[in-house]
DNA sequence: CCCGCTTCGAGGTCCACACATTTCA
DNA sequence: CATGAAATGTGTGGACCTCGAAGCG
């Protein structure tokens, strides 16, 4: 995938939205997930610098990368000589947390070497970014749960983050942080920025040009179009328990601590390169998150009290991670790795698509919209001020 | 199976004008 | 080089229109 906002195209996408599986770069995260709050209510966390696709869930100190948890598991196999390799959870937030607030879970961005610089820290003086990156950094299997509580930025409604709190283990920030107590592999993550270490002295100073905070609205129009459903119809069926006939899982509750291999078996959007773009456009990426890495593969529905939006559901990363591929956790065999590439293909197929449809509506100007809402118009059109209308927004009246 | 008709949805266009950006003195 | 004025370009939402797909007889 390409390093710019899915959204706005031209800044440097610096976090993952899971529910709305997009790439963005902080200023539309904020514009974006700010809009309503259903859309406030969806969990972020940064991006993986490595593959540039995935939402980072650790953090190498080493390294200074982020990385998902696929690249994690690439990087730092226990077989490999950077398995030793410090780590750090990298937390995700929901909301629309100011700078403050987000320095204050990914301190760590501040070991970026240019991190000081940051176009976004001399203009808008928001990210201070102090050293307290030791603050994260606790150990493995230290307060998981707690910490995914208090450490993600919670703003406006987070119900949907705390009561789907059922991350579980690798698969999302805060999931991360439920490392197996007896893990070789010490995953404590930190941030991520687009791009491959190639790339990152390159676009290390453009790094904090996301942060451009500017207040613009936005408009979710396609809001069905994105999520393959619409809102009410996917409300309603989470509501009443309906999530079997929307991810086709209805296996899925007898799932639970099953091999992961079971887990694919039952997931028809898994199946096959073919049916991803249909899984995703359908919404039927599986609400699943797991728990642990290699051998311990629990497996849960996050958060089905039914007070979560469609979104949260999502969040637990697990469903986008699916579909990129036999998961890390996942012990490879002929099947997944023949289908892997298909899968990616169709995955890839999907978000061009997506980036190319998705966020057309976009309001760079709250003022320009504003005054637009205001404006009388004769059949849609703006009129003249002073001339005969037959829409007043503020009224409802007509001049004649 | 093909044709013609209807229905539906997606996307494009239009409008005025405040504001952003660029150009120039 | 800095400043201010003028010129130019941009973006905003609702209604309407066009076009293609789908459904039906």
Known sequence: MGYLCDFCGEQRSMVYCRSDAACLCLSCDRNVHSANALSKR?????????????????????????????????????????SSHKRQTINCYSGCPSAAELSSIWSFVLDSPSAGESTCEQEMGLMSLTENGEKNARGPSENNMRQNVSSSVEL??????????????????????????????????????????????????????????????????????????????????????????????????????????????????????????????????????????????????????????????????ASSMLLLGEPPWCPPCPESSFQSGNRNDAVMRYKEKKKTRKFEKRVRYASRKARADVRKRVKGR????????DYDPLSQTRSY
């Not at 969806?42 to 390294?63: D, F, G, I, K, W």
């Not at 790094?207 to 936005?218: K, Q, T």
């Not at 703006?382 to 209308?389: H, L, M, P, R, T």
């Open 42 to 82: 969806h969990s972020r966390t940064l991006l993986c610098e490595r593959c540039n696709s995935q939402p980072a869930l650790v953090r190498c100190a080493e390294e200074k990368l982020s990385l998902c948890q696929n690249c994690d598991w690439t990087g730092h196999g226990a077989s490999t000589s950077t």
């Open 156 to 317: 406006n409604d987070v119900r949907g983050m705390d009561k789907s709190n059922v991350w579980f283990g690798s698969s999302l920030a805060p999931a991360v942080n439920d490392q197996p107590a007896g893990s070789s592999n010490a995953s404590l993550p930190k941030l991520c920025c687009p791009g491959t270490k190639d790339t990152e002295l390159s676009e290390e100073n453009d790094l904090y040009d996301d942060f451009n905070m500017d207040e613009v609205d936005l408009n979710f129009e396609n809001y069905e179009e994105l999520f393959g459903v619409s809102l009410s119809h996917s409300e309603e069926l989470f509501e009443n328990g309906g999530i079997d006939s929307l991810f086709g899982m209805k296996d899925m509750s007898a799932a639970e601590g099953s091999s992961v291999g079971h887990f694919n078996s039952t997931q028809p959007a898994c199946s096959n390169a073919a049916s991803a773009d249909s899984a995703v456009s359908t919404k039927t990426e599986p609400i699943l998150c797991f728990t642990g890495r290699q051998g311990q593969s629990n497996l849960s529905f996050s958060g089905l009290t039914g007070e979560s939006s469609p979104g949260d559901y999502q969040d637990c990363g």
């Open 382 to 389: 703006f009129v003249k001020a002073g001339e005969n209308y």
